[in-house]
């Protein structure tokens, strides 16, 4: 009785250490599939920003003109917001009916937001509508690829151009935890 109880013990204390390991794994492998699954959303919004993005310039705020596609650090942006494009969305409630908006992208305190307003030319009381997509980010890297004057495809980190869109946008997201993921979208507006 006594052998077969030690057996018995030494078996559960084997079984025990597996069933942890298997547990802790389960948390790890959980935890990478939501930031994936957090990490595709942003991608499939910014994708369809991007893909539907429209050469309309804006009024802002104060009745100033605003390119189609602002991004900058030289310019005057909402703090953090990286990146301000109008959009045409398909609105599949209404018969794909196309409907033009605002969207900017904010990176903020380890936040990535996506923000809207319900009317392209705004009034300075225009609500903007932010949607935190990601948490746990530690940078966003943008970079705007388009061509030069010698038709040679140049990368710059800012989109000053006003009557233009660039070829392409990259984006490079660096989580808390160290993992890069890059993305290069391209933009059927493109100059």
């Not at 996506?114 to 948490?135: F, G, K, N, P």
Request: proline fraction near 2%; aromatic fraction near 8%.
């Amino acid at each position: 009785m006594v052998v077969a109880i030690g057996i018995f013990a030494v078996i559960a204390a084997i079984s025990y250490g597996t069933l942890n390991r298997f547990i802790d794994n389960r948390a790890i492998v959980e935890q990478k599939h939501d930031e994936l699954r957090n990490l595709q959303n942003v991608m499939l919004l910014l994708e369809r920003d991007l893909r539907f993005a429209l050469l309309r310039p804006v009024r802002d705020g104060f009745g100033d003109l605003e390119a189609a596609l602002v991004s900058g650090t030289s310019l005057e942006l909402g703090p953090g917001e990286m990146l301000r494009l109008t959009s045409s969305q398909p609105n599949a409630a209404v018969n794909n009916i196309q409907r033009l908006q605002r969207v900017a992208w904010r990176f903020n305190n380890g936040q990535l937001s996506r923000i809207t307003w319900r009317v392209l030319d705004r009034d300075q009381d225009s609500a903007e509508y932010e949607r935190v997509l990601m948490e746990d980010l530690s940078d966003v890297v943008i970079a705007f690829w388009s061509y030069n004057e010698e038709n040679v495809l140049e990368v710059q980190s800012e989109w000053l151009e006003t009557d233009g869109m660039p070829e392409g946008i990259e984006f490079l997201f660096t989580l808390d935890s160290g993992r890069q993921y890059r993305r290069l979208l391209e933009i059927a507006a493109g100059s």
